[in-house]
């Protein structure tokens, strides 16, 4: 497996401003994914992060709203840009460490006021 | 996008019964998932398949592959207070590159 660990565990932010996320893992991986889970609901995939280049954004995720950094190996950022209260959710990174198994941080939860 | 169908949507048990859940899709996958997500926690990999008919199991949990490629289940035995969360599926498919999640099974187990 791997220890990840996210930072904050939670905020309550003002509509209007931005929060950015850290992700940190005890040892390089090649694949690193943030995702979302809206309350009650499953997870579904923001972007690939990528070492070195442009993130990889899913349909209906965009690098404006969620700008994302991957500046080693071992470390992410994740930024909720501008945010409105439809952003409240679980923001959850993951790495991939043996054959598409995946495995999660703890999760930030966010609320927007 | 593929989407993956998981019933029940929630479960009512009693400490010590059987449960099972499973997840189906109209494509195929090559690889699935199943995860334990509790409160205020990421999910957790409990199980992984990788080949078609495959039966694993991780202590009380077994988990098959469908031969089919198109489906998997998830069975859980003698059911503990402990096991309370929810249950996700997720399959894996070359064509997609990505990891699609099920909509979970909310388990609560009565004393």
């Known amino acids: 497996s791997a220890v990840i660990s996210q930072k904050p565990s939670r905020d309550i932010c003002q509509r209007g401003t931005s929060l950015t996320i850290q992700c940190q893992v005890d040892s390089q991986v090649t694949m690193m994914f943030w995702y979302r889970q809206q309350p009650g609901q499953s997870l579904t995939l923001i972007a690939t992060a990528n070492q070195g280049s442009e993130a990889t954004y899913e349909s209906g995720f965009v690098i404006d709203k969620f700008p994302i950094s991957r500046p080693n190996l071992t470390f992410s950022t994740l930024t909720v840009s501008n945010m409105s209260p439809e952003d409240s959710s679980i923001y959850l990174c993951?790495?991939?460490?043996?054959?598409?198994?995946?495995?999660f941080g703890p999760g930030t939860r966010l609320t927007v006021l | 996008g593929q989407q993956l169908n998981q019933s029940p949507q929630s479960m009512f048990i009693q400490e010590g019964e059987d449960v099972s859940m499973n997840c189906t899709s109209s494509?195929?996958?090559?690889?699935w998932l199943w995860y334990k997500q509790d409160p205020g926690e990421g999910p957790v990999l409990l199980i992984a398949?990788?080949?078609?008919?495959e039966l694993t199991s991780n202590g009380r949990l077994t988990a098959q592959f469908g031969i089919t490629r198109k489906d998997s289940f998830l069975n859980i035995s003698a059911s503990i207070p402990s096991d309370v969360g929810i249950y996700f599926c997720?399959?894996?498919?070359?064509?997609?590159?990505?990891?699609?999640f099920g909509s979970g099974t909310q388990l609560t187990v009565l004393p």
């Open positions: 398949l990788y080949k078609a008919g």
């Open positions: 494509s195929i996958f090559n690889t």
């Open positions: 997720a399959g894996f498919s070359g064509s997609a590159r990505q990891l699609t």
């Open positions: 993951s790495v991939e460490r043996v054959y598409n198994e995946q495995f």
